[in-house]
T-cell receptor
Framework: KNQVEQSPQSLIILEGKNCTLQ??????????LRWYKQDTGRGPVSLTI?????NTKSNGRYTATLDADTKQSSLHITASQLSDSASYIC????????????FGTGTRLTVIP | EAGVTQSPTHLIKTRGQQATLRCSPI?????VYWYQQALGLGLQFLLW???????NRGNFPPRFSGRQFPNYSSELNVNALELEDSALYLC??????????????FGDGTRLSIL
C-alpha cells in the first residue's frame, strides 16, 4: 500500500534554532518527492520537488534531502523565524502516469520568540 | 501573475443539498486538481482534469463530480451533502508538459460546512 508517514506530528522550537522534519514513504514506483508549507487557513505552497536522481535541494533556509534507497526524506529549516510556523507536508508522486500524489498528514511547526 | 483563485471562500449547506465550488487556474496551466482536506487529516485527492477531460479520480463516491471548461477553469459539484463532507476543498493547477514533476500551485480553498 502506498503510504507517506511524517514525524514528528508537531514540534515547538525557539526562534533562531534549526529543526529537521522527517518523511518515510512506501510509494512505488517512485517518481518525485515534494515538500509543501501550509499556513493556517491557506493553501499549500511548494518548497521543493526532488526526483529520483536528486538527493538534496535547497530553497532559501529550507533544505530537503532524499534517500531513495531507504525511502526517506528530511526537511531542514535553518535559523527559524516566527513566519515558519505552519504545517509542512511531504508528498510523493508515483510513475503510473495517472499523476498520483500521496500526501502525508504533515508536521505542525510552531516557532516561539 | 494571478494565482489560483477559488470561490466562494466559505459555503454553508445543509444535509442533502448540493454544492458547487469553482476554481480558476493560473494562466497557461491546463491541469486542475481537486483535494479534500478534512480537519486534522491530510489532503485527499479527488479529481484531476486536463484539457477538459477527467484524467484520474480518487476514492470518493460518484456524488463528487466536476468538469473543466474550455478556458481551463473548473467546477467541483457535491450532491446529496453529508455531514462528513465538511472540509476545506483545495484546487491546484499545473502545467501539463512533464506533468509528473510539475509543481502544483494551490488556491486558498473553499471551506464547506454542512449543518
Amino acid at each position: 500500500k502506498n503510504q507517506v508517514e511524517q514525524s514528528p506530528q508537531s514540534l515547538i522550537i525557539l526562534e533562531g534554532k534549526n529543526c529537521t522534519l522527517q518523511c518515510n514513504y512506501t510509494v512505488s514506483p517512485f517518481s518525485n518527492l515534494r515538500w509543501y508549507k501550509q499556513d493556517t487557513g491557506r493553501g499549500p505552497v511548494s518548497l521543493t520537488i526532488m526526483t529520483f536522481s536528486e538527493n538534496t535541494k535547497s530553497n532559501g533556509r529550507y533544505t530537503a534531502t532524499l534517500d531513495a534507497d531507504t525511502k526517506q526524506s528530511s526537511l531542514h529549516i535553518t535559523a527559524s523565524q516566527l513566519s515558519d510556523s505552519a504545517s509542512y507536508i511531504c508528498v510523493v508522486g508515483d510513475q503510473t502516469g495517472a499523476n498520483n500524489l500521496f500526501f502525508g498528514t504533515g508536521t505542525r511547526l510552531t516557532v516561539i520568540p | 501573475e494571478a494565482g489560483v483563485t477559488q470561490s466562494p471562500t466559505h459555503l454553508i449547506k445543509t444535509r442533502g443539498q448540493q454544492a458547487t465550488l469553482r476554481c480558476s487556474p493560473i494562466s497557461g496551466h491546463t491541469s486542475v486538481y481537486w483535494y479534500q482536506q478534512a480537519l486534522g487529516l491530510g489532503l485527499q485527492f479527488l479529481l484531476w482534469y486536463d484539457e477538459g477531460e477527467e484524467r484520474n479520480r480518487g476514492n470518493f463516491p460518484p456524488r463528487f463530480s466536476g468538469r473543466q471548461f474550455p478556458n481551463y477553469s473548473s467546477e467541483l459539484n457535491v450532491n446529496a451533502l453529508e455531514l462528513e463532507d465538511s472540509a476545506l476543498y483545495l484546487c491546484a493547477s499545473s502545467l501539463r508538459t512533464g506533468h509528473s514533476n510539475q509543481p502544483q500551485h494551490f488556491g486558498d480553498g473553499t471551506r464547506l460546512s454542512i449543518l
